[in-house]
């Protein structure tokens, strides 16, 4: 049974930066592809970004790509999302979740995650 807690959500402006850190516990991290989801206030979970088990592959939901990154760190057990150039249609509760794949798949569908943390509030101010 994996654990996943994330952190660092806050209030920021527009145009600003923030990173999301989400840390596992509880089973093998390398064993995990990682993804980020989002949802807001009256919508359906959208997803974000994925990284593959080895961290060589990532996916990017069409509204962020260019902004967002994903990475992690196997031997923290952490996966991290950094938010560039953030908008107000970006506040939401983001969500870190565990996939079991392949080494090099990553996930898109809320269905293939098996593992999910409680979420962290990212605002964006106009």
């Known amino acids: 049974q994996v654990q996943l807690v994330e952190s660092g959500g806050g209030l920021v402006q527009a145009g600003g930066s923030l990173r999301v850190s989400c840390a596992a516990s509880g089973g093998t991290f390398g064993w995990y592809g990682m993804g980020w989801f989002r949802q807001a206030p009256g919508k359906e979970r959208e997803f974000v970004a994925a990284?593959?088990?080895?961290?060589?592959?990532?996916n990017y939901g069409d509204s962020v790509k260019g902004r967002f990154t994903i990475s992690r760190d196997n031997a923290k057990n952490t996966v991290y999302l950094q938010m560039n150039s953030l908008k107000p249609e970006d506040t939401a509760v983001y969500y870190c979740?565990?996939?079991?794949?392949?080494?090099?798949?990553?996930?898109?569908?809320?269905?293939?995650?098996?593992?999910w943390g409680q979420g962290t509030q990212v605002t964006v101010s106009s």
């Open positions: 990284i593959s088990r080895s961290g060589s592959s990532t």
């Open positions: 979740a565990a996939s079991g794949g392949g080494y090099f798949y990553t996930a898109k569908e809320i269905s293939e995650y098996d593992y």
